[in-house]
């Protein structure tokens, strides 16, 4: 079975600090990565995609690939209030049009 | 979202009842995409469209149809609904493999729909 998984959380982080996300999935040929951020009763955002090991930024946000590992994360730097939400993983698992989502990690910034 | 609709946004109706949701799309997008989002299972596949009429099946989709005659249009349907249907449904458009943003998907604002 093709997974993607992520901590549900809650995940509490002080107003100001570096929020850290992690994602793990579980074939080895996956191609394309993204992240999503999901406010309750909201659709899904995508904020982050990355194809290639290593990091890669965009404002407050790093997104890191490992694929040997088969992880990839996301880094919020100065988490603000407005951060709190649900993050969610997704994989394009193989070669096709098709990507799978983590079940999603909720993240509370704390005022 | 501004490129995607979803129609109804929000529906009430009875076990056994028929039920199509639209959704419509401005941007041109190749892929169509219809998910279902329930507490503890998170986003689930129901059907996609590879192009106008080119469908195939995800993970969820039995009691459920699709059809898209329009590049901008795919159409959700539930023959006979039940209880276990409801949920919040999301179309989500995707430009394809081709380019530097291959797989990357875009979500409409979503249909909640309940089913007694």
């Known amino acids: 079975q093709k997974e993607v998984e992520q901590n549900s959380g809650p995940l509490s982080v002080p107003e100001g600090a570096i929020a850290s996300l992690n994602c793990t999935y579980s074939d080895r040929v996956s191609q394309s990565f993204f992240w999503y951020r999901q406010y309750s009763g909201k659709s899904p955002e995508l904020i982050m995609s990355i194809y290639s090991n290593g990091d890669k930024e965009d404002g407050r946000f790093t997104a890191q690939l490992n694929k040997a590992s088969q992880y990839v994360s996301l880094l919020i730097r100065d988490s603000q209030p407005s951060d709190s939400a649900t993050y969610l993983c997704a994989v394009n698992l193989t070669r096709d049009d098709k990507i799978i989502f983590g079940k999603g990690t909720r993240l509370h910034i704390l005022p | 979202d501004a490129g995607i609709t979803q129609s109804p946004r929000h529906k009430v109706t009875e076990t056994g009842t028929p039920v199509t949701l639209r959704c419509h799309q401005t941007?041109?997008?190749?892929?169509m995409y219809w998910y279902r989002q329930d507490p503890g299972h998170g986003l689930r596949l129901i059907h996609y469209s590879y192009g106008v009429k080119d469908t195939d099946k995800g993970e969820v989709s039995d009691g459920y149809s699709v059809s898209r005659s329009k590049t901008e249009d795919f159409l959700l349907t539930l023959e006979s609904a039940t209880s276990s249907q409801t949920s919040v449904y999301f179309c989500?458009?995707?430009?394809?493999?081709?380019?530097?943003?291959?797989?990357?998907?875009?979500f409409g604002p979503g249909t909640r729909l309940t089913v007694l």
């Open positions: 989500a458009i995707s430009e394809g493999l081709a380019g530097e943003s291959y797989n990357e998907q875009f």
């Open positions: 941007e041109n997008h190749r892929y």
